[in-house]
């Protein structure tokens, strides 16, 4: 007979990895932390679509007339510094239209190359890695 193995407790996030011309969308927090478009799963959303959970993310974050496309590549990763630790799904994508609005949860934006090295301590480097093998 197996022992049990112990469950693990996550909050699971959504992010939207949008790329342009070989650079990738990121956000700056007002404590410069720099992050990714998305966030996490609200109470009454847990049966909901990624995909229209993303598409709320996406409206608070970066406007109603910001539009983007999703590749259909997902991908998990998890943010363990933190606790309970987070569990990403990575919904790589590309921006198709209309401009970015920030919210008041972020001050600025930069789409910053996929090989720049600044992105190795980016706090979702772990997911920037695994976009890079997909594209």
Known sequence: MNPRLPVQTFEVGLKLY??????????????????LPGGRINVGEETAPFQDILAREITEELGEDFKYELDGKEFVYIVKNREPPLLIVGLPGRQVGGEITLSGE?????????????????????????????V
């Open 106 to 134: 972020h001050e600025s934006f930069e789409w910053i190359d996929l090989t720049d090295e600044r992105l190795k301590d980016h706090k979702h480097a772990r997911g920037i890695e695994k976009l890079r093998k997909l």
């Open 18 to 35: 949008c790329v342009k011309d070989g650079k990738l969308l990121t956000l700056v927090r007002p404590d410069g932390i720099t992050d």
